[in-house]
């Protein structure tokens, strides 16, 4: 017997083309319709009606909201519903992250603050056993990990490469056993994979939604165009024909898509029918059965089929769904979202969670006095920013201004000094300090000393600076934004050298002068472009987008050959590309502080700017990036590792999202370039590493989105002006992520600046430390969160992989007990990943691999309770 | 306290866009979102939720179907629903039905059917006391005084002309009494009669359906966008203006519109709010009071409050939305579907009504034999095209398809003899009948005799005829559609003369030989023509479609001056119009026999064809049309009874609909027109009648139907032919109605002819009659129908308005007991007009008008009960 697993379902983005808000209540429904709180109204209702009836439901964050306006009655109805099996939580987290532009610490909150929801309102029964990340435009291996610690048995998704999926149908491998990670042990950053037949769409002709158009089951003989005998024959045709890619006598079918069962009788009642029709020819000897189903009871059959899987150790980037259409244009797109999303969960985890671990969950008192402090708020908009159409660029533009505007709330109510002016720092152009005299406090919050340098903005010409101990502290004050005079913070340093060919004025060479390493190193700035009447486009009339990424040419324009007009470090390239060059003496890492834009388009075409590095590395079409901030991994030009690729774009189709950092090596060397926010990237040619900075585009890439992503404001009519910091760092290959790791780590939780007017009060402290000492160099402080009254979430993150440094990729001890200076911890429990079951509670199915090997596990996590 | 009355409703066309199956099952959402199915489903659930939401339904088509498919628990649940008030049927006829184009037989027939079910099914609480007619174009006087006549107690509708509502919100008099008939004694057909204030739609800004945009209430302070505050300002705002034009302290709000409320819990959950937070400022002072209410309940607000309203004695014809928007085209859209729902009505009233009834409710035999009767088939196909978008022509060409193909389909179901050739003379092109012998049965269903010439298809040259004694009947045999041989069946007629102009070969006379009365009389063909690319198109771009009629110029384009290569009274005006001019021995009137079509294109012109008839009657601006083939209308050029005109279209805008006759006349000729359908026409001229006879048109008229009016079918490649009837009558004014009156029935009930091979059984009785002798003149037998097993419904009508005719208009008494052949009266029970209320309950409320007159009441309705 053929088993189908109907699974009811609706795909709800936390923002896209309209607003979180606008979904949730219905609003602009001219602009999309859709309306989330409608949606569960009415699911619910038609759940009541037939005991067989399921769905599952993922977005808490629509969850959430819905919830509270219910009457109690009606929560207990759910609840009941919940722990009869009948509404089901699937994923569970606050959004369904974007996978490749997201870093992995803002997602584990997301997940965790979703999942908490869950936890605290129905108990173990509202757990989702299921990931499912059905829309998201290709698959990152770090999250595939981050599910897998969570305690996931199983993680569904509808995109992946059209080749790719060519051919795991052929060789029945869309349901595979994903291995995660190359440090932690098997299987402990397993996860059995499913790849969803339809995206998440139901089958052709079977769709029920009240926005779409096919026929409804006709089963009154009296009117016309009766047609249940021809919806069973095409239906037993399409479930004949799936279970053929498929390993066992169970198949699923996803009967929902985008903000479907808003009106949920439409759906059930056909599907009522449908299992109706299809299993009253059993009778008749057919081999077919139907029936309303979940993920989770369609994975719990798989398991039970007690297979081998096929091996996966790779990730599902980059995503085409046509030969010139792929999905890395946003890698890059909305650079100034992106960048502000970053700072804001940098400031989030600094004030918000550790700032008011530290000064006490009583009292709230302490060094830093009492603060306003709103964590919700701040933790909302950044969970939401993880949405796959929120930090991936790929949302409209009032949209995005949206998701910037729920930031800057969250950041507002973050501070805990009143009269604080560290929002002064949080604007693209330095406004000075109208003060004559100023404090400035500087908060760190890595559990190591950092060398950081402190830029403020000011309007007086000469500063005396002097630490917590009186002693004067070295300072120069620069004039911004002028050509004629620099005066630039230009240290002597001590461990790298780079050196500016004297004829082009660009980059010739970086040295590190404590490895006696040179290489030779040229850096440019190009741009690409879509041009819609261009010869090239007979093959594919597909433009850059949002999401999308299709220059015409496979060579970009070099915007200057020099760069002209420049003084010293400070490179002009075009009146829309300029650049800062500075290397700090205490710094390992060379600077590279780039603006761009406006991006002209006089000539009425878009075009996508990239820097691009090249070098005298010795690589032969390898490269590295990362997954989330996290793992490393390898990437090969024109090359899939678990298909035989034809590669049909050699530009787009060779970009991988960039998290944190990028690298090439060759035998003795390797050049790491860390970003301050996701970015794309790609090393075209041997030697070379591109990073693309900015895209303007005047065509929308017909992926729903509907605008071209040309961003403009009041403040930015001409366009949108960008401002990056690119670290490099050059090292030996054996050690290199002793250097880029900390390096890493400090562009993504930075220092916090804080200022009082005028004197402190003579009693200030003006220093003080949450810890007790700094950790050893391979743990990283991930999360300090006040949890409740009287207990904290910590997470510890060994951040080194298991095959990167001989020093610090060994296990590590760190004693709790002395870990902070201010509080003491009177009791540890472990917790999953996403904190929302207990270590020893969590049991996960075994899958069997078709093959297997295993590594280090090093991710800890605690939960200090204190009685 | 201003009460606001909120009516939640939906408006469901059975048939308009998609069939009226499609939109029953919601299939074919791609070219109209729309499912009634899901609609009742919804609405019930919700009307659950909440005892104080009220809801009403008005389409009984939809609901009978809708009912059928129900459990029993559902069916508890509903009737609970409809017993307390919170579920409320208006209207309740089988269909909205149009005013301008149907005829009041089958008018009463599709009200009594739809009553009928509800009757059944509810008992008193679900009897309608309010009509609904809130989206046909014009309301007929005779559609007020039937809903009078079935006990409504009042009447809401939505359109009328812009200038004239205008007027009434000026003076107050949106809401009036409406004497619909000026034979019936007040106040039998007075109706008290209200305009709704936004059409059918919710006001501005207050659309909460899932096919709407504006903004949902969100009470949520945590969201972006609160707007309560907003919302209910608003609102306030709103109400208090719309008060300001109404009487009372009430006014009532339609919270719907088309297909509306399939998600009724988006409805439903604002209006909830709405109530809640208006209501809620009452305790600050606010004297605006909101509820859910129905159009009964505000009714009663209404006669409760004991006010005088205006009178109204005229229509509401013709309908214009703007200075250049006259609603008129539809008068004539669609000539052979207007035809065929004629001709189908007549067979349903004969084959279907009164053979069933004559043949016997026990046992069917009887002179007619066994016959496969199924009644409902039939008779819902002639409900579902009394629709207003039905045989007003106003339906997409696939929709008008359908309504054909159930009429069809209703004809072969009421067939009584199982080798009946009838169908074969129900097609445009006569087909021979291949038989050398045949019998020939004619049915009439008049209860008078008539003097019909009888013609048929036969492919013989030679025929002998004899009637049922074997007497030789008058007969000639004529060749169709040929030039050169014309072997008319033209008579030396006893009653008229009509002379041609020798030079034009036009009409140029008509002459009556009894009454001794002559006019000049010329007649031909026009068109006119919406011209996108004509100068004149300055004030509007208006341009014809299916409901609107707007010719660029005043001057109709002449088809020809002459009728060149005819003979005789066979006229060819152009390749695609010709007429032929009969006149038979035995009648009054002169048979005008057009032919239109196709109507050429090739110039990129839609064409719209009249035939005008010009005569030396002298009129001055006055003409006379009937109400839906009842009553008789006076007409005056340029000019509303009611309001102080500006004409802005001066054809279409003085267009008038026709159901069976138009006449013009002076102190001593009145020449009457009965037509075979509902035709559009005016008297632009003094002395001149024009009827539109067939439209093809290229442009979409932008009213919602979506495609020009171009009808071609694969008979019918290049454009449909249509082919009708004109019945002209000469007659002294005071005694014209008693020819008219005669002669408009014998066309809308007319004999059925059948036919049986070879030699009949020599025991076959040849003549039969269901009734002992005549009715007289005066009285017309409208229904007989077997209603159930023991009873039959008898509709006798007093066909003459008080003043029309000195002879017929006098009351006449019927003696129920010798009338019948067959049938022995057991008893007799008096109804009112739609058979679903016993007439001695039928109490109505009383209003007062500011002015009133009385006359007389003749329209009997019987009800007969044989135990």
């Not at 402090?373 to 993880?386: F, G, P, Y």
């Not at 949302?395 to 930031?407: I, P």
């Not at 300072?475 to 934004?481: A, E, G, I, R, T």
């Not at 075009?607 to 032969?620: A, C, G, H, M, N």
Request: glycine share 6%; aromatic share 12%.
């Amino acid at each position: 017997m053929l088993n189908v697993h109907l699974v009811p379902h609706t795909h709800d983005d936390v923002g896209w083309l309209k607003t979180v808000d606008q979904y949730f209540y219905g609003d602009r429904n001219d602009i999309q319709h859709a309306g989330v709180q409608y949606i569960l109204d009415s699911v619910v209702d038609q759940l009541l009606k037939n005991p067989d009836r399921r769905f599952i439901y993922v977005e808490t964050a629509f969850f959430y909201r819905w919830w509270k306006q219910q009457s109690s009655s009606m929560q207990q109805t759910v609840k009941k519903l919940v722990n009869e099996g009948r509404l089901e939580f699937v994923n569970g987290g606050w959004c369904m992250s974007d996978e490749a532009t997201t870093h992995y610490s803002a997602v584990i909150d997301q997940m965790t603050m979703g999942l908490r929801f869950l936890n605290e309102t129905f108990g173990p029964c509202g757990r989702p056993r299921v990931a499912w990340h059905i829309d998201p435009f290709g698959h990152a291996r770090e999250h595939a990990s981050m599910f897998a610690q969570m305690g996931y048995d199983g993680f569904f998704f509808g995109r992946l490469d059209y080749q790719d999926r060519a051919r795991r149908r052929r060789d029945k491998e869309q349901e595979l056993l994903w291995r995660a990670s190359d440090s932690l042990t098997p299987p402990m950053a397993d996860l059995f994979t499913g790849i969803l037949p339809n995206g998440y769409n139901p089958p052709e002709g079977f769709c029920w939604d009240q926005s779409c158009d096919d026929p409804p089951i006709r089963d009154d003989p009296d009117l016309e165009d009766y047609n249940v005998d021809d919806v069973v024959r095409r239906f037993l045709a399409i479930a004949n024909s799936q279970a053929i890619v498929y390993k066992t006598d169970h198949i699923i079918m996803t009967m929902g898509s985008d903000f479907q069962y808003e009106n949920a009788n439409l759906w059930y009642k056909n599907l009522d029918k449908l299992i109706h029709y299809v299993n009253a020819l059993q009778a008749n000897g057919s081999k077919v059965n139907v029936l309303y189903s979940t993920p989770s009871c369609y994975l719990q059959e798989l398991h039970r089929a007690n297979l081998t899987w096929a091996l996966k150790m790779d990730d599902f980037f980059p995503y085409a769904d046509d030969a010139h259409d792929f999905w890395t244009g946003y890698f890059t797109s909305r650079p100034a979202l992106k960048r502000y999303e970053r700072i804001s969960n940098s400031n989030l985890q600094v004030t918000c969670n550790q700032l008011e671990v530290l000064s006490g969950p009583a009292s709230r008192k302490g060094p830093f006095g009492e603060g306003d402090i709103n964590l919700s708020l701040s933790e909302k908009a950044m969970a939401v920013a993880q949405h796959h159409d929120a930090v991936s660029g790929t949302e409209k533009q009032h949209v995005a201004n949206d998701y910037a505007r729920r930031l800057a709330h969250g950041w507002q109510r973050c501070q805990v000094f009143q009269a604080s002016h560290v929002l002064l720092l949080n604007i693209a152009q330095p406004h000075p300090v109208f003060l004559s005299q100023f404090s400035v406090n500087v908060y760190n919050p890595l559990a190591r000393p950092v060398t950081w340098p402190v830029r403020l903005p000011v309007n007086g010409t000469a500063y005396l600076v002097s630490d917590a101990n009186g002693k004067s502290v070295d300072c120069q004050v620069s004039v911004l934004f002028s050509l004629k005079t620099e005066n630039l913070c230009v240290h002597l340093p001590q461990f790298l050298r780079v050196t500016f060919d004297p004829d082009t004025g660009l980059l010739s060479s970086l040295s590190n002068l404590e490895t006696k390493q040179t290489i030779k190193l040229t850096q440019n700035f190009y741009w690409l472009v879509y041009n819609a009447s261009d010869g090239n486009n007979l093959q594919s009339d597909q433009p850059s987008g949002a999401y999308i990424f299709r220059p015409n040419s496979s060579t970009p324009f070099l915007i200057s050959k020099t760069t002209s007009g420049v003084q010293e470090v400070r490179q002009w390239f075009a009146p829309w590309v300029s650049q800062v060059v500075r290397l700090y003496t205490d710094s390992k890492a060379l600077e590279l502080e780039w603006t761009v834009g406006p991006v002209p388009i006089d000539d009425d075409l878009g075009k996508e700017v990239i820097t691009r590095l090249d070098t005298s590395i010795k690589t032969s079409q390898y490269f590295y990036t990362d997954s989330n901030g996290r793992e490393m991994l390898q990437r090969k030009t024109d090359f899939r590792p678990t298909w035989n690729l034809r590669q049909s774009e050699p530009i787009a189709g060779n970009y991988y999202p960039i998290n944190s950092r990028a690298f090439i090596k060759d035998d003795v060397d390797q050049l790491t370039v860390v970003t301050d926010r996701s970015q794309g990237g790609g090393s075209i040619h041997n030697g070379s590493l591109e990073i693309m900075l900015h895209r303007r585009l005047l065509y929308d890439d017909v992926r729903g989105v509907g605008e071209p992503l040309n961003e403009t404001s009041n403040i930015f009519p001409k366009g949108l002006v960008v401002r990056g910091r690119l670290l490099l760092s050059l090292d030996r290959p054996p050690s290199a992520a002793d250097a880029h790791r900390p390096l890493a780590q400090e562009v993504v939780l930075q220092p916090l600046l804080t200022f009082t007017d005028g004197d402190l009060h003579p009693n200030t402290q003006l220093e003080f430390s949450g810890l007790q000492a700094a950790l050893p160099p391979a743990v990283h402080l991930l999360t300090l969160t006040q949890w409740d009254k009287d207990s904290v979430l910590l997470r510890l993150e060994h951040q080194f992989q298991s095959w990167e440094s001989k020093l610090n990729s060994q296990p590590v001890t760190v004693n709790l007990q002395k870990l902070f200076s201010t509080l003491e911890v009177l009791g540890v429990s472990e917790l999953n990943l996403s904190a929302n079951q207990w270590k020893d509670e969590m049991t996960r199915f075994h899958w069997t691999p078709m093959t297997g090997t295993g590594h280090l596990n090093l991710f800890i996590r605690f939960y200090y309770i204190s009685s």
